[in-house]
């Protein structure tokens, strides 16, 4: 019995599209993927420790090519596997994770941890460790990363800085994610944005419960620059250093990208916490608070 075939012919403006390009064109465009494939096989993820096994430590994990070490809550870090350790824990667990990780191999920790780490760093003799200031955010385990571009920043804020940095920058590429690698100056004003962003809108949303971050950007916008002037003047003075114009913008511009996230005051060591170590210690010089607004706001929401 004979076999129907059926031939499907593709449809002459389709061909006559095709013929029309010219061969400098596809030349071009070969080229384009040749350059593109090559570039993908010279990009390679430095193998990595990675401590945490949450939804950063999950995601980062992801990005690997086998070779990482995954270590959970209570492990001892190995001390003869050459690489990054990064560490993704909570705050708080800083302390166990730097008991479980052998003293010789401090110099490869990075950081991923949000909030004011440099007093902690410094009381452990860390005050150059490696850190990454992640704008990026995972939702939950397994999601894809939504990265942090916004409409001011559309190349992305994700930063890194250190011995590693450049490592860290690789592994975030290799998934699609921003990254740039940043000088200590530069990358301490980036970090105490970050930091400005997330106690300002943190403590603003949660004078208005329920409101996530997106809601204090478009309902309370005039509180949270109000308080973001404020925290940011503090930090300057006390860091002697001078923010780029537009600081309330770029804030802004990020609740929107992420505007779903909700708002609550915590890890208050860690981040409202040095702006009222701030009042706390002009108060004690005989000076006025830095921070008037930031102080009867939390007083408002009784966090002091």
Not at 103 to 119: C, Y
Request: proline share 4%; aromatic share 8%; glycine share 8%.
């Amino acid at each position: 019995m004979a076999t129907a075939v059926r031939i499907s012919l593709a449809p002459v403006a389709a061909i006559a599209h095709l013929s029309s390009f010219s061969s400098s064109s596809s030349s071009s465009l070969l080229r384009g993927r040749v350059r593109a494939s090559a570039a993908m096989a010279t990009t390679t993820v430095t193998p990595a420790v990675i401590v945490g096994g949450g939804r950063v430590g999950q995601m980062l994990h992801s990005l690997g090519d086998g070779r990482d070490v995954l270590v959970g809550r209570g492990q001892p870090v190995p001390v003869d596997f050459d690489g990054p350790i990064l560490v993704c824990t909570r705050n708080d667990d800083l302390d166990a994770v730097l008991a479980s990780t052998p003293s010789s191999r401090w110099r490869d920790l990075v950081f991923f941890q949000n909030g004011m780490l440099e007093p902690w760093l410094e009381s452990k003799g860390l005050g150059d460790a490696d850190q990454v200031l992640a704008y990026f955010a995972v939702s939950k385990v397994g999601e894809a990363p939504l990265d942090g571009k916004t409409d001011t920043n559309p190349e992305g804020l994700t930063a890194a800085f250190g011995k590693w940095a450049s490592a860290v920058a690789s592994r975030l590429h290799s998934g699609g994610l921003s990254c740039k690698v940043l000088e200590k100056e530069a990358f301490q004003k980036q970090m105490l944005e970050k930091l400005i962003w997330i106690a300002a809108f943190m403590l603003v949303g949660a004078r208005h419960p329920g409101a996530t971050v997106g809601v204090v950007e478009k309902e309370y916008r005039s509180e949270v620059a109000s308080l973001i002037a404020e925290l940011a003047s503090a930090a300057a003075a006390e860091k002697g250093i001078t923010f780029e114009e537009g600081t309330v913008d770029r804030l802004c511009a990020y609740s929107r990208a992420v505007a779903h996230f909700p708002t609550a005051v915590k890890e208050f060591k860690w981040r409202n916490g040095w702006f009222y170590s701030l009042t706390e210690k002009a108060l004690a010089e005989g000076r006025a608070d830095p921070c008037p607004l930031h102080t009867a706001w939390l007083k408002e929401i009784k966090v002091i």
